[in-house]
């Protein structure tokens, strides 16, 4: 049986922990785009990299990995010289992953309600909901996000049920739209502004968007569970994106 692309990303990312050179044989390091601007594209190998990386003793923990036709998206929690939580996604060509974005962030919390950036369900399940989960979190991200149609909130995501592990914010909706409001004619606290891709494996979607946290130019990353059509939960990583003069490659963030 062909080792399915998800679990193949879970051992990559895992190898930087152990340093095993085996699992990096997924990636097609001549065909491999990084968009990572804070990383050197092709000036170490991938296996080289691992290795070197793994005599720091870095903690690797893969919490949930969801495919989505070519591409596969992860989040995960490092603990390097400090701890972080990220977004992995990588785009398949021939059986090998040829692209990589991320997105990572310090960890904080856990939040009022009592839940960390990672805890909660890790599995796919409703499958053939897949699509339909995908459209509802882009009319959501478009409509409530960007549009600002606050008014539309309760639409998308359940009342009763809606758990955030967001560190800044707490459990239900209330918290949510006041985190989102205009804080006054000219400017909101989180801006999003544009939609670059949205990611699903049944009942899980990751929306990538790119707008201002704090008047910061910011790429956020939003995982979303649904049930019965509503978002019930939601994860995210927010990360600052570094002025062009200071990538080290030409491939953009997004």
Request: aromatic fraction near 8%.
């Amino acid at each position: 049986m062909a080792v399915k692309k998800k679990d193949q990303i879970r051992a990559l990312l895992k190898s930087i922990e152990t340093g095993d050179p085996g699992p990096v044989a997924v990636v097609n390091e001549a065909k491999y785009i990084q968009h990572n601007p804070q990383t050197h594209e092709g000036s170490e190998g991938l296996a080289a990299l691992f290795q070197r990386l793994s005599t720091t003793g870095p903690k690797v923990n893969v919490v949930r990995v969801f495919e989505d036709g070519d591409f596969v998206f992860g989040h995960t929690e490092y603990d390097f010289a400090s701890r972080k939580i990220g977004f992995e996604v990588f785009r398949f060509e021939d059986g090998q992953a040829v692209e990589h974005w991320d997105n990572i962030q310090e960890r904080h919390g856990p939040n009022e309600s009592g839940r960390t950036m990672v805890d909660g369900p890790t599995e796919a399940v409703d499958l053939e909901l897949t699509e339909s989960n995908r459209a509802i979190v882009r009319s959501f991200v478009q409509v409530v996000l960007i549009d600002g149609d606050l008014d539309q909130l309760t639409n998308f995501v359940d009342e009763e049920t809606f758990a955030e592990h967001d560190p800044r914010l707490a459990d239900g909706v209330s918290t949510l739209r006041s985190a989102l409001e205009v804080e006054d004619a000219r400017d909101r606290r989180i801006d999003y502004h544009r939609i670059h891709r949205v990611l699903a494996e049944g009942n899980f979607v990751l929306c990538v968007s790119e707008g201002n946290n704090g008047g910061v130019h910011s790429a956020f990353y939003d995982l979303f569970r649904l049930v019965n059509g509503k978002v019930v939960e939601r994860w995210d990583t927010i990360e600052k994106i570094a002025p062009r003069s200071e990538w080290k490659n030409d491939n953009g963030k997004f």
